[in-house]
């Protein structure tokens, strides 16, 4: 790669509520497994069992704290 660093991810977050469906809290883990998703997802997450939403910064680091990966392996896949 000419000595040009690349980062690898290692973990990729969806936005969920309000993108891919309207959050129900609760609901997340039942709404994956009734289409199938569940299987593809290690860690689910919300904003209500980490006390904090987007876009509070704390969201984020909570997010990534919780995957013990760090911020330059990571990428959010969301709607804002």
Do not use: I
Not at 61 to 77: F, G, Q, S
């Amino acid at each position: 790669m000419n000595g040009s660093r690349t980062n690898v991810v290692h973990a990729v977050c969806f936005d969920w509520g309000g993108t891919v469906m309207r959050e129900l809290p609760g609901m997340v883990r039942q709404a994956l497994a009734r289409v199938h998703l569940d299987r593809y997802l290690d860690v689910v997450v919300t904003a209500r069992d980490l006390g904090a939403a987007k876009p509070d910064p704390a969201f984020f680091h909570a997010v990534l704290a919780r995957l013990n990966c760090p911020p330059a392996e990571a990428a959010m896949v969301g709607d804002g």
